[in-house]
C-alpha cells in the first residue's frame, strides 16, 4: 500500500461519486413538476395582487378569505418546489462534490507516493490514513444522504474523516519534502 492502492481505490471511487449526477439528472422531472405547481398557483396571485386584488370573474374586490386561500395555495406550491430540490442540494454540496474532490486526492497522493524516496511504512502510513479518511468522510455523507443512514452522520459528526484528511495531506507534504529527488536538479 505505497500509493498504488490510492490510485485505484481513487478510480472506483470516482465512478463511484461521479454516478450521483445520474441519480441527480433522475430527480429533474420532480422538480420540474414542482417547479409548474408552484408557476400555476402563483399566476392567479400575481394578476390578484397586479389588480389590486380584484376577483377576475366578479370584478369586484376580493374578501379576505379569497387572499388567504390564495396565499395559502401560493406558500404551499412554493414550498412544494423547495423540497423537490432538497435531495439534488443535499447530493450536490455533500458526497458528490466532497466525494470527488477526495477521489482526486487519492489519485494524486497515490502518484506522489510512488516516486518519493522514503520508508516503506511512512508511505503506507499516509495511504492508509487518505483511504479511511475519505471513507470517513464522503464516505458516510453518501450513505447518510444516498441511502438515509442516519448513524452515519453520527460518524460525520465526529470529524474524525476531515482530520485524517489533513493529516495526510500534512503527512505528503512532510514526505515530499524528504523523499523528492535532486536527480533532476
Known amino acids: 500500500m505505497t500509493g498504488r492502492c490510492n490510485i485505484i481505490f481513487g478510480f472506483f471511487y470516482l465512478v463511484l461519486t461521479a454516478a450521483l449526477g445520474p441519480v441527480m439528472v433522475n430527480n429533474l422531472p420532480d422538480i420540474s413538476t414542482a417547479q409548474q405547481g408552484k408557476q400555476a398557483a402563483m399566476a392567479p396571485l400575481q394578476l390578484a395582487a397586479d389588480s389590486g386584488f380584484e376577483n377576475q370573474e366578479t370584478l369586484e374586490p376580493m374578501t379576505d378569505g379569497e387572499i388567504a386561500r390564495a396565499n395559502a395555495k401560493a406558500l404551499l406550491a412554493l414550498n412544494a418546489q423547495l423540497n423537490s430540490l432538497a435531495p439534488?442540494?443535499?447530493?450536490?454540496?455533500?458526497?458528490?462534490?466532497?466525494?470527488?474532490?477526495?477521489?482526486?486526492?487519492?489519485?494524486?497522493?497515490?502518484?506522489?507516493?510512488?516516486?518519493?524516496?522514503?520508508?516503506?511504512?511512512?508511505?503506507?502510513?499516509?495511504?492508509?490514513?487518505?483511504?479511511?479518511?475519505?471513507?470517513?468522510?464522503?464516505?458516510?455523507?453518501?450513505?447518510?444522504?444516498?441511502?438515509?443512514?442516519?448513524?452515519?452522520?453520527?460518524?460525520?459528526?465526529?470529524?474524525?474523516?476531515?482530520?485524517?484528511?489533513?493529516?495526510?495531506?500534512?503527512?505528503?507534504?512532510?514526505?515530499?519534502?524528504?523523499?523528492i529527488s535532486n536527480k533532476a536538479e
Open 88 to 179: 439534488n442540494t443535499a447530493i450536490k454540496g455533500g458526497p458528490h462534490a466532497h466525494g470527488n474532490l477526495e477521489a482526486l486526492l487519492n489519485i494524486a497522493v497515490g502518484l506522489v507516493l510512488l516516486v518519493l524516496t522514503v520508508g516503506v511504512r511512512f508511505k503506507q502510513v499516509i495511504s492508509a490514513i487518505f483511504i479511511l479518511g475519505t471513507l470517513l468522510h464522503s464516505g458516510v455523507l453518501y450513505l447518510g444522504v444516498v441511502f438515509g443512514m442516519g448513524w452515519a452522520f453520527t460518524v460525520l459528526g465526529t470529524g474524525i474523516g476531515p482530520v485524517l484528511i489533513l493529516l495526510g495531506l500534512a503527512l505528503a507534504g512532510i514526505a515530499s519534502v524528504m523523499g
